[in-house]
């Protein structure tokens, strides 16, 4: 009898959407598809930070995993297009946020200035605690970039000089924050005459950095540290 219009004799059989095979056999969306799925979703997050990073490369691992499981036993588990979609949505947005990001970092930097990071400024292990070590003397009287947190203090608007310190968990819950992960800024920024407001963020300032050790009004030792003619990036 030939086949009708409906017939489905000698047709390939179809992989259900609802997780069902031709012959009515359950298969479960592989989990490691599901955790890529949600990975790739957050993957965007890469564009904000280098920390962030991690997550597009979390999608892409889950996604080649939950690809190779499904591949392997598919008999049991589905959901190939979702690992497939996941592995490249987090392909793109990790290429993509590692650009974007490499593209602000070279920016950040002024021309004829040097990057400087807290760790330069710590004495070596042995030496006291206020000890100014070699690394940081060789950059006395040197233009950088430093990153840190605003100390926050009773003026949060029009702040011209301030303390940048090395994390917030000295700088936002009550600390001290060590003597050499201490920096005062002192503003001179034509872009920003009547100063800047506080922020809780990352704060990128450049300045002329100088050593000189001097009492500073609310901080136990003072300071040894100082970014003079200073402007925020």
Wanted: with cysteine; hydrophobic share 40%.
């Amino acid at each position: 009898m030939p086949a009708g219009l409906f017939d489905t004799a000698g047709q390939e059989p179809l992989d259900h959407a609802d997780g069902q095979d031709a012959e009515g056999r359950y298969r479960a969306v592989a989990g490691t598809a599901i955790a890529a799925a949600v990975a790739a979703a957050l993957s965007p997050l890469a564009f904000l930070d280098w920390s962030m990073v991690v997550v597009p490369i979390l999608g892409v691992v889950l996604g080649t995993l939950a690809y190779r499981t499904i591949t392997q036993r598919p008999n049991e588990f589905t959901g190939r297009p979702l690992a497939i979609g996941a592995i490249v949505l987090s392909a793109v947005s990790l290429i993509a946020g590692l650009v974007t990001l490499s593209r602000a970092y070279a920016a950040e930097l002024p021309e004829g200035y040097e990057r400087l990071n807290y760790g330069l400024l710590q004495p070596l292990p042995g030496d006291p605690s206020n000890m100014v070590p070699e690394s940081a003397r060789s950059m006395d009287g040197r233009n950088v970039l430093l990153k840190g947190y605003m100390y926050p203090g009773k003026q949060q608007t029009g702040i011209t000089q301030f303390l940048l310190v090395r994390d917030q968990g000295d700088c936002c819950f009550g600390g001290n924050p060590k003597i050499t992960d201490r920096v005062l800024v002192q503003l001179k920024d034509p872009g920003h005459p009547k100063g800047i407001d506080f922020s809780s963020r990352l704060t990128k300032i450049a300045g002329r950095f100088v050593i000189r050790p001097m009492a500073a009004p609310g901080m136990d030792g003072g300071v040894l540290y100082h970014l003079e003619d200073a402007f925020a990036r």
